[in-house]
């Protein structure tokens, strides 16, 4: 179920009728990813590099005086860097979101005609959620950076995390399509296994540079497609309505 969808998932990143979303996205990301590396560079000289410095200059013997600039400098850059590695993901999740409505409805009416089509979340609820996805994702990756100090966990942590989180709000918001919030919560947590398996490819491909800028894109189609796998189960075993 879940590599069939995340095979139907990625056949359709590059639909022609989904192409301009794609690159709305992009392009938009990655304005939010330079006023991110602008914010991030702006805090760091204000907030950080004085005590960088100072921090350089105790252990510096007098003649590496001259170079003490340089040194927090590169560190500061190779902060900056991580940094905005590190909102690659939330950045485009939340820009994505604006978007992902106009992703859900098109495969729902192309790969699925006879069955109806999901309503749109109200644009206030969407912003929202899309605060909370950002707030969430953040949180989540903080807590797997902290583990990069210990070898052999950091990518477990982050794949895990990331399955756990990634998995739920893109699952909850195709099901919310079709169920109000409670309901779309209890059928994934009634498929809390399949949902966090399909998270967890979701994670993959947000691990790899450039293409996880289309992880929101992969995302939403891919819990587009396992909804619809899961409450058509549902609905053969008379648990609801099919979506």
């Known amino acids: 179920m879940v590599i069939a969808s995340a095979r139907r998932a990625l056949g359709e990143l590059f639909d022609p009728a989904l192409r301009q979303v794609l690159w709305k996205s992009v392009g938009l990301t990655v304005v939010g990813l330079i006023a991110a590396w602008f914010a991030i560079r702006y805090a760091v000289e204000w907030a950080a ?73 109200p644009l206030g609820r969407s912003i929202v959620l899309g605060i909370k996805f950002f707030g969430v994702v953040v949180a989540g990756n903080l807590a797997a950076l ?24 893109y699952f909850q918001f195709a099901a919310m399509r079709f169920h109000d919030e409670k309901t779309a919560a209890e059928l994934r947590s009634r498929h809390s296994g399949t949902v966090v398996l399909a998270g967890l490819l979701i994670a993959g491909f947000m691990a790899i540079p450039i293409v996880n800028l289309m992880t929101p894109l ?19 075993q008379g648990h609801m309505a099919p979506a």
């Open 49 to 121: 590099l004085p005590y960088l410095e100072a921090f350089i200059a105790g252990f510096a013997l007098p003649d590496w005086t001259g170079t003490i600039g340089l040194v927090a400098a590169v560190a500061a850059g190779l902060a900056l860097a991580v940094g905005l590695a590190f909102l690659v993901g939330p950045v485009s999740a939340v820009i994505a979101g604006i978007f992902l409505d106009d992703v859900a409805e098109h495969i729902e009416r192309q790969d699925y005609p006879d069955a109806p089509t999901g309503r749109p979340l």
């Open 218 to 236: 992969f995302g939403a189609a891919l819990m587009v497609h396992l909804h619809k796998a899961i409450a058509g189960r549902q609905a053969r």
């Open 146 to 169: 902290l583990l990069l100090l210990i070898p052999g966990v950091n990518l477990i942590a982050f794949l895990a995390v990331n399955a756990y989180l990634l998995g739920r709000e």
